[in-house]
Nanobody, 127 residues
Framework: VQLQASGGGLVHPGGSLRLSCAVS????????IGWFRQAPGQGREWISC???????LIAESVEGRFTIARDTSKNTVYLDMNSLKSEDTAIYYC??????????????????????WGQGTLVTVSS
């Protein structure tokens, strides 16, 4: 199983970026994919999740600016980030959770719930 996060880079405040998480070895129909970020000197923060059934949830801290989507034909999950702020500067990670939450309103938001992790991609928001 591999998760390859990409798309990070340097962007000015107010700008946009699209992060991609290319997944291999597992199917998006069977795993929930989450995005986390870790700013310098801080813990890893949950950002968003798209469940195996396609339903999504965004953290309140980025709601209205970030969206998550997937392309099952490419086995890839995307995180679209708009109106970026300096506080969005962090390494962004994608991760996979194999639990089945069908019929519930639960979304995995804790590191321990995720089975596989990508290597991270750095996003720097600076003028």
């Amino acid at each position: 199983v591999q998760l390859q996060a990409s798309g990070g880079g340097l962007v000015h405040p107010g700008g946009s970026l699209r992060l991609s998480c290319a997944v291999s070895g597992i199917s998006l129909d069977s795993y929930n994919i989450g995005w986390f970020r870790q700013a310098p000197g801080q813990g890893r923060e949950w950002i968003s999740c798209i469940r195996r059934d396609g339903s999504t949830l965004i953290a309140e801290s980025v709601e209205g600016r970030f969206t998550i989507a997937r392309d099952t034909s490419k086995n890839t999950v995307y995180l679209d980030m708009n109106s970026l702020k300096s506080e969005d500067t962090a390494i962004y990670y994608c991760a996979a959770d194999g639990a089945n939450y069908s019929g519930s309103i639960y979304y995995p938001r804790f590191r321990v719930e995720y089975d596989y992790w990508g290597q991270g991609t750095l996003v720097t928001v600076s003028s």
